[in-house]
């Protein structure tokens, strides 16, 4: 009689090879993004050959990367053995709305993966390793980088665009009087709120680099004549007498003291009555999946800085004199988190 050798459940070490096979699938779907796949899609399903002779690419190649990626529901492959597009990779496609292919792209430069290359000593050290890295900041590198800072920072842009609609649904601005935007770019969240309460002000606080293409996208918003401008750092004085100061993506860029400082110097700006809104990933108490973890650990490496919890949100704000009253969940991966003056 024959033995059989005990079958072994490998099932977790098969489930822990996918995870670690992650940045194959990264890889893959850059290389798509920067061939520009998906809009060559676009207008319907075409065969494996049409689309490399269209993307300047390999057709054999090509097949395999679209059957690699299909398997991930970005792309489908139909019973005929054409391609086409689906949710996900219509969002790979340049100028859709919230399209991520910016950020697709960022994901396979080499200058970024250099970077990750050195989470180990992030995590041995507990310090931020682009600063030894660059032997500068990151502000200062991307000053000494504009090709990878315009990369980098479209990358971000679309996804901080890509929030704008889930955050106006979720909380409404139109009680305000006047609402500063702190650091706030080009000032397109700022633009969505002024176009969802007619009878609000606008204050766009940045650097006058940062603020230089505002006027013409408050012009073609229609919201421009309640616009005002107002240049200064990130840790500067903030224009008085609002009564809302929006920072968005803001703080979890800060240390814990220049947090701080940021979030007083709003306290000492703020109307009587005023609210602060901390735009922000809210980190779950019991470590479930969350974008907002992935992006914690991306501010370990680059910036030495955080994502929080509520909890932690709560104490950050009482050090600046603020109790936090609620956080507004959205349909995007953050949350409005709202204070008001102790």
Request: proline residues 5%; without cysteine.
């Amino acid at each position: 009689m024959t033995v059989l050798p005990e079958v072994r459940d490998q099932s977790d070490s098969y489930a822990l090879l996918r995870l670690i096979q992650g940045a194959v699938i990264t890889q893959a779907i850059s290389v798509a993004a920067r061939l520009g796949i998906a809009d060559v899609l676009a207008d319907g399903p075409l065969p494996v050959e049409d689309i490399a002779a269209r993307a300047g690419s390999d057709a054999e190649a090509t097949h395999r990367l679209l059957r690699a990626l299909t398997g991930h529901r970005v792309f489908a492959v139909r019973p005929d053995g054409r391609y086409e597009n689906t949710p996900l990779s219509d969002k790979l496609r340049e100028g859709v709305t919230d399209s991520l292919r910016g950020f697709a792209l960022l994901m396979n430069h080499p200058t970024l993966w250099e970077e990750w290359g050195h989470l180990d000593a992030t995590v041995e050290s507990g310090e931020a390793n682009l600063p030894k890295l660059r032997g500068m900041g990151a502000l200062d590198f991307f000053h000494s980088d504009p090709a990878y800072a315009a990369v980098f920072f479209r990358a971000f842009g679309e996804l901080s665009a890509s929030e704008t609609e889930p955050i106006l649904a979720a909380y409404d601005f139109s009680p305000f009087a006047t609402v500063v935007d702190v650091i706030a770019g080009r000032g397109n969240l700022l633009a969505g709120i002024l176009r969802q309460a007619p009878d609000t002000k606008g204050i766009l606080y940045d650097s006058e680099v940062a603020t230089v293409d505002s006027p013409a996208l408050f012009e073609a918003a229609g919201v421009a004549d309640r616009l005002t401008i107002a240049h200064g750092g990130y840790l500067g004085e903030l224009p008085a007498g609002a009564d809302a100061y929006v920072f968005k993506h803001i703080i979890h860029d800060f240390s814990e003291a220049d947090a701080v400082t940021a979030l007083r110097n709003a306290r000492e700006a703020i109307a009587p009555g005023g609210k602060l809104l901390v735009i922000e990933y809210v980190l779950p108490e019991n470590n479930e999946d969350h974008l907002g973890h992935t992006i914690d650990l991306w501010l370990m490496l680059m910036l030495g800085a955080r994502e929080r919890t509520l909890a932690q949100y709560t104490d950050l704000f009482a050090k600046a004199g603020f109790t936090l009253t609620r956080a507004v969940p959205t349909t995007a991966p953050l949350s409005v988190i709202e204070a008001v003056p102790a």
